[in-house]
T-cell receptor, first 116, second 110 residues
Framework: GAVVSQHPSWVICKSGTSVKIECRSLDFQATTMFWYRQFPKQSLMLMATSNEGSKATYEQGVEKDKFLINHASLTLSTLTVTSAHPEDSSFYIC????????????FGAGSRLTVL | GENVEQHPSTLSVQEGDSAVIKCTYSDSASNYFPWYKQELGKRPQLIIDIRSNVGEKKDQRIAVTLNKTAKHFSLHITETQPEDSAVYFCAVQAGTALIFGKGTTLSVSS
């Protein structure tokens, strides 16, 4: 089945630094990937839609200059949290369509970001 | 944009009982409705989905029903088992992305 790999699974950083999270589709090509944010015991909030070879589409309220998304190939999308602050601490999950079915989303394992 | 409401937020049942989780949505053009199960500390996993041209779909102990007129769909789990304990999310396709409900924490006690 479709597999999405996300790295790192857990990262701790100092306030003011930048952190990059990678999302890879391992056995299928994903022209579109999605980045979600999940706070403890809450739902998955869509942050942005990442399109291969073009600019990402951000949801209302998500700062595009803070959450930089790059989708340079059909199997890789990256999310960079710039100048991270404690309020950016969260669980970030990527997902990709394809592989198992046209509309089925396959999720990465998630990345837990802790900003000190 | 699409608004997805999910109820209840928590649900506790005895092993063997049935569990029902309901979601409503706002955009009548939506045509794909999946359900995801997320165990603690793990990624969400698709458990069943339904498209707008179908009213009901069943997979062993899990079923989903869709009422397009009323814009709601429900997850039904029969003969619940302790391993069914998890957070369940409904979702609705909006454009190319999925918009998720707030989740239901299901606890099955033996």
């Amino acid at each position: 089945g479709a597999v999405v790999s996300q790295h790192p699974s857990w990262v701790i950083c100092k306030s003011g630094t930048s952190v990059k999270i990678e999302c890879r589709s391992l056995d299928f090509q994903a022209t579109t990937m999605f980045w979600y944010r999940q706070f403890p015991k809450q739902s998955l909030m869509l942050m942005a839609t990442s399109n291969e070879g073009s600019k990402a589409t951000y949801e209302q309220g998500v700062e595009k200059d803070k959450f930089l998304i790059n989708h340079a190939s059909l199997t890789l999308s990256t999310l960079t949290v710039t100048s991270a602050h404690p309020e950016d601490s969260s669980f970030y999950i990527c997902s990709a369509k394809g592989g198992s079915g046209a509309n089925v989303l396959t999720f990465g394992a998630g990345s837990r970001l802790t900003v000190l | 944009g699409e608004n997805v409401e999910q109820h209840p937020s928590t649900l506790s049942v005895q092993e063997g009982d049935s569990a029902v989780i309901k979601c409503t949505y706002s955009d009548s053009a939506s045509n794909y409705f999946p359900w995801y199960k997320q165990e603690l500390g793990k990624r969400p996993q698709l458990i069943i989905d339904i498209r707008s041209n179908v009213g009901e779909k069943k997979d062993q102990r899990i079923a989903v029903t869709l009422n397009k007129t009323a814009k709601h769909f429900s997850l039904h789990i029969t003969e619940t088992q302790p391993e069914d304990s998890a957070v369940y999310f409904c979702a609705v396709q909006a454009g190319t992305a999925l918009i998720f409900g707030k989740g239901t924490t299901l606890s099955v006690s033996s």
